[in-house]
């Protein structure tokens, strides 16, 4: 097997960071294929943090071609900003550890103001957007008047779409949200000056996957946000405007699905969301602050305060359908040591009913009530452990409990934010 994709399988924050920068070492291509710096990802090498918003995960390593998928929203500004910040840190950023490619689209500043103006004006019913303009810029995509990377480098073109895109969002941040409007000059003479940084950095990246793909190379794609915040499977309206699921990376990258071998799906030990939004198996009692203080359960972008609760396995099996998941990589065991009982949730009941899918409509979704399978729970620190051996009875079979009810087999067990803390069983590659 050659090409893995790594996918959120819940509402984000999974540990997918941790994941792609531990098997980066094995590939010689890591490709981001959409969501923007909604996403952060978290890898902890040698005891240094370092949180990756749009690069993709496996710059850490320095010799990996890391690439930017048309399908990601580009915020120059954070782009040049990150790129900064990893040099700052020692590492070395050029166009032969980094590209982007010239058909993603730029997140504007007037993103950012209507992401903002939108969420202010729905006050109670805010979606709990992280603010960066993410959902804009796809609107803009999808509208047909976005501004892509490589009008960059075509300033008359840049010109007149950045005209024509400041005339409706001035008339709709001010006439509609009360907001301020942004000036023309000041953001083109911006625009201008970031091209010059990124102009050697902006490829025909299909292109480059695929003379990457015939000379043999192991090429992993990085998805961002999680599968129930897909904007078609997830927990809509609650969700991101991207397709997080597998399937994006063929979208988002000018890859055909020929070349993906395996699907590795990253999943917390329990379920943790950000934002607002439905969250059956929500926990508001003792065992939910355990997991959050114990899991350090903030979010890597905004800062926020995550919601925690049990493993559902009613989204996973959704999640498994939806991706074709290969294989499961868990996360985050070491955080459920030290519980009296773990519990599993195996199926909703609404109304009366069994359900075995997250239901499409909110109101019913609001209705359901999780099943719970009730498991022992293990005192012992697992931190160390390095094998499926050194692990307690009780976490093994908690592990082989959500095989047996997923029906897909575990790849690697993470018990620890560190590359070393990890209990690998089948190698995707
Ligand atoms: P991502 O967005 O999916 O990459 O995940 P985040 O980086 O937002 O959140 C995951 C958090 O859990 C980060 O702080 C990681 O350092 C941390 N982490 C990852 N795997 C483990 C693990 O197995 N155990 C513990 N305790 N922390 C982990
Ligand atoms: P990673 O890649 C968790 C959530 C936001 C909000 C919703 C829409 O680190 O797993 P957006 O700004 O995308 O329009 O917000 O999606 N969200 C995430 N939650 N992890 C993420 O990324 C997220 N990216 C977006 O909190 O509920
Ligand atoms: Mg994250």
């Known amino acids: 097997m050659s090409n893995v994709v790594i996918v959120g399988s819940q509402w984000g924050d999974e540990g997918k960071g941790k994941i792609v920068d531990l098997l980066a070492s094995r590939t010689d291509m890591v490709v981001r294929f959409q969501g923007g710096n909604n996403a952060g990802h978290t890898l902890v090498v040698n005891g240094e943090q370092t949180i990756c918003h749009l690069i993709p995960s496996g710059i850490l390593h320095g010799d990996k071609m890391c690439m930017i998928g048309n399908g990601v929203v580009v915020d120059p500004e954070v782009l040049l900003g990150e790129m900064k910040h990893l040099v700052e840190k020692g590492l070395v950023i050029n166009p032969d550890n980094l590209c982007l490619s010239e058909k993603a689209h730029l997140i504007m500043p007037y993103h950012r103001a209507v992401d903002l103006a939108r969420e202010t004006a729905k006050g109670e019913d805010k979606i709990g957007t992280t603010g960066r303009g993410i959902g804009p810029c796809y609107e803009d995509k999808a509208g047909r008047r976005g501004i892509r990377a490589i009008d960059l480098l075509e300033p008359d073109v840049l010109d007149e779409k950045i005209r024509e895109n400041l005339k409706e969002k001035n008339f709709l941040l001010t006439n509609f949200f009360n907001a301020d409007p942004l000036e023309y000059q000041p953001l ?95 926990l508001e009692d003792d065992s939910g ?91 012992e620190d697992i931190t160390s452990a390095r094998s499926l051996d050194n692990l307690p009875l009780n976490a093994r079979d908690y592990i082989k409990r959500i095989e047996q009810l997923t029906g897909v087999s575990l790849s690697i067990v993470s018990v620890g934010p560190m590359r070393d803390q990890t209990i690998e069983i089948i190698d995707p590659f």
């Open 289 to 379: 602050r355990y997991i959050q203080e114990k899991g350090a359960e903030f979010g890597a972008t905004t800062g926020r305060r995550r919601r925690c609760g049990w493993l559902d396995l009613v989204m996973m099996r959704d999640s498994i359908r939806y991706n074709g998941l290969t294989s499961i990589s868990m996360t985050k065991l070491d955080v459920l040591t030290g519980l009296k009982t773990v519990k599993v949730c195996v199926a909703y009941e609404c109304e009366g009913e069994r359900i075995q899918s997250m239901p499409a409509s909110l109101n019913k979704l609001a209705k359901c009530i999780p099943v719970y399978e009730e498991l022992p729970g293990w005192q």
């Open 188 to 282: 083109f003479d911006k625009c201008l000056e970031m091209a010059e940084d990124l102009k050697s950095y902006i490829k025909n990246i299909s292109f480059e996957i695929d003379n990457g793909v015939k000379a043999g190379k192991k090429i992993l794609f990085e998805g961002a946000q999680g599968t129930h915040l897909d904007i078609d499977h997830g927990t809509y309206p609650f969700v991101t405007s991207s397709n997080p699921v597998s399937g994006g990376a063929c979208a988002g990258t000018g890859v055909g699905p020929d070349k993906l071998h395996h699907i590795l799906g990253i999943m917390k030990a329990y379920t943790t969301r950000v934002g607002s939004g439905p969250f059956p198996t929500d």
